[in-house]
């Protein structure tokens, strides 16, 4: 039995241009399954959400490198379009960022956590991740950072493959 309230909508908030963003797709299919009304602001025009028969509407996105007054304004427009309280769902390190940044004035528009003020932003970095699972007692695997190409290379051979490399912050 499901836990989920599918009476309360959810919000996908996607502002990476990644038409192939794998998360976007997989939190469409499995909250749209479970019932809840899903609306995604994304940039979906090459993207699979866009035929996902569980997306009740797109919405436009915020433009690349938008402000915070202009992705408020963007969640505004579409909390009237939706037109009860949603939950918003973050599904980038950027997103996330600026829904803690915003938190204060997209309630009561949408449902979000109360979250440590800069946790976003640790979270994002992650070289900072490791730090955050560590002092919560959460299990993380090894993280490195490498300063060169080389040093890369290197860190590679002694982990063993396979490996995971990514920025280390957005």
Known sequence: MSQLDTRVPAVLLRIDRNPFHHGTLGAVRSLGRAGVEVHVVADADNSPVRRSRYVRRLHPPPRPGASDAEILAALHEVAARVGRPAVLVPMDD???????????ELTPSYLLPDVPAGLPERVADK??????CASAGLPHPTTLIPDSPQRAADDALRLGLPVVAKWSRP
């Open 127 to 132: 070289a900072e991740l490791a730090a955050v």
């Open 94 to 104: 950027a997103t996330a960022i600026a829904a803690g940044r915003l938190r204060a």
